[in-house]
């Protein structure tokens, strides 16, 4: 298995810039060792962020994660949650998760994750919250029945999908008639059309996308110092770049990509017909 060493800053960059060359199982070792590492600190979530306008009232708690909480309200705020079924598939270290299940009130939140090192910590992190449960699954191959979800959403995770036809196809049966499918997360030009062809070519409707690129760069900028400082503080200097990297920290590859043009972040919220 990879080790991290100077290969690391490499394999941070590929990720991110590269990810259709990086199989499921090397992004599966890659967030099983996140879950338990220390330079993502006591963070509960693992995207770029989100600022538009919007002022959502957030409790103290909260308040620290507001970027990353943003990003996430503006993927799912157009949804009607409350009282539904509700899916998130890629929930990472869960906080999102939390804040949407505390926040909008649905009837069960179920939340997946293909490291079951993140599944179980959120198990345990988040288990006051009734309406939320966290287990292991695997995006392009859940093991829910057909018709099983109101509403299913995604952030920031599928980009490490190896088949995004298989995703699309899941999503489509595990949704019910007429449910919606929020999606939010970075391509380059031609990763954007294979993903729109492959939500569309389940029967998915589109009912918005929209490109939000400025907003993350936004975010990315205010939040730089802070995560800069955090990663330093839990890694070694050896494979603090891959971190930075893989963080889109200013003046790294990911970062300049966003800046150029090269990747983009995109947003999208398909139905599934009614019957
Ligand atoms: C960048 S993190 C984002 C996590 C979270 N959505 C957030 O915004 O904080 C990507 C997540 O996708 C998960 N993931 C990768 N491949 C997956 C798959 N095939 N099925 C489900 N989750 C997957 C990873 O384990 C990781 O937790």
Known sequence: MLRLGIPARIFATMLRLLPGRVGDRMWRWWYQRLAKRDAWGTLDFMNYGFVDDTSLILTE??????????????????????????????????????????????????????????????SRKFSDITNLNFSEGNAMKMTFEDNTFDVIYNVESSHCYSNMDSFGKEVFRVLKPGGKFAWTDFRDKKGLKNTQE??????????????ITKQVITALDQINEEKQAMIQKGTGKFIRRSFETFAGVKGTPVYEAFQNGTLGYYRAIFQKPEL
Not at 98 to 114: G, Q, V
Not at 199 to 210: A, P, Q, R, Y
């Open 61 to 122: 708690e909260d308040e620290k994660s507001r970027l990353f909480i943003q990003l996430y309200n503006m993927n799912i705020r157009e949804l009607d949650i409350s009282g539904k079924q509700v899916l998130e598939v890629g929930s990472g270290r869960g906080g999102g998760a939390s804040w949407i299940a505390r926040t909008y009130k649905p009837n069960m939140l179920t939340a997946i994750d293909y490291s079951p090192q993140a599944a179980k910590m959120c």
């Open 198 to 211: 492959a939500f569309l070519s389940t029967g998915l409707i589109s009912i918005k996308d929209e490109e």
